[in-house]
């Protein structure tokens, strides 16, 4: 018997545009060099990837603790000034889209008598802020982040501690991502029913790329004989739960 449905958060139930990354870089890079250090893009981007690995997986705290660590990398001082500088052009905190069907679709499942959870790959104060700016807190069972237990997706322990928080078996979810990969460590923890979002319906994300990415996961599952019911977008998801509750 179905009684919940979890959901990944950022790429399904909202996004923060990857531009917004970009222009984070080259505003850091700018204040770097006036700070008298030159750094390719190159360069800094990978210290950002890596830094942003560490900060998801709670190796840090806060978004100040992330640039205190980006200015050690570098080798700056860190004045007030500075970290000021870099927080206040942290483009991509500002940047944050809701998808428009996010909080109908949510809310009508619950009505259906459905539990919600939702996971994310995350640092836990951009997932606490963004989930109260979607409009979803309120609506929400359970949440797990990695930034809280150190594991990302496909691990099956974020899965598992969703399903401990809602006190549920594998058997008794939906999962609904946007990402084969996540699909991945959903199946491993014995969740049957599962739905994938074309990335179609993702203006924000980088296209091509993006696209091809989602091809290579998609034929991975292909190869294990995962088949999940593929969709066009979130709102769709919505029949298809239906569709798991008829007799």
Not at 143 to 169: A, C, D, R
Request: hydrophobic share 40%; aromatic share 8%; no cysteine.
């Amino acid at each position: 018997m179905l009684r919940a449905t979890l959901f990944d958060f950022y790429g399904t139930l909202a996004e923060v545009p990857r531009e917004g990354g970009y222009q984070t870089i080259n505003n850091w890079l700018e204040i770097v060099r006036t700070a008298g250090k030159e750094i390719t893009l190159k360069e800094g981007a990978r210290i950002g990837t890596q830094l942003w690995e560490d900060y998801s997986l709670g190796r840090m705290q806060s978004d100040r603790e992330y640039v205190e660590k980006f200015l050690d990398i570098v080798g700056i001082a860190k004045s007030e000034d500075i970290i000021n500088k870099l927080l206040e052009t942290w483009v991509a905190r500002r940047l944050f889209v809701v998808y428009p069907e996010t909080i109908s679709v949510i809310a009508e499942i619950k009505k259906i008598g459905l539990k919600i959870g939702v996971i994310s790959d995350s640092p836990v104060p951009w997932f606490k802020n963004h989930i109260i700016q979607a409009g979803i807190e309120k609506l929400v069972d359970a949440t797990v982040v990695s930034g809280e237990i150190g594991s990302k997706k496909p691990n099956p322990q974020i899965y598992m501690k969703v399903l401990e928080k809602l006190q549920l078996e594998p058997l008794e979810t939906v999962f609904i991502s946007d990402a084969p990969s996540d699909l991945l460590g959903a199946h491993k923890v014995g969740i049957e029913r599962l739905v994938l979002i074309s990335p179609s319906s993702k203006p924000y994300r980088v296209g091509e790329q993006a696209k091809d990415s989602f091809k290579e996961k998609f034929m991975e599952l292909e190869e294990l004989k995962i088949k999940p019911i593929v969709v066009k977008n979130l709102g769709e998801t919505l029949n298809v739960i239906k569709g798991f509750l008829k007799p």
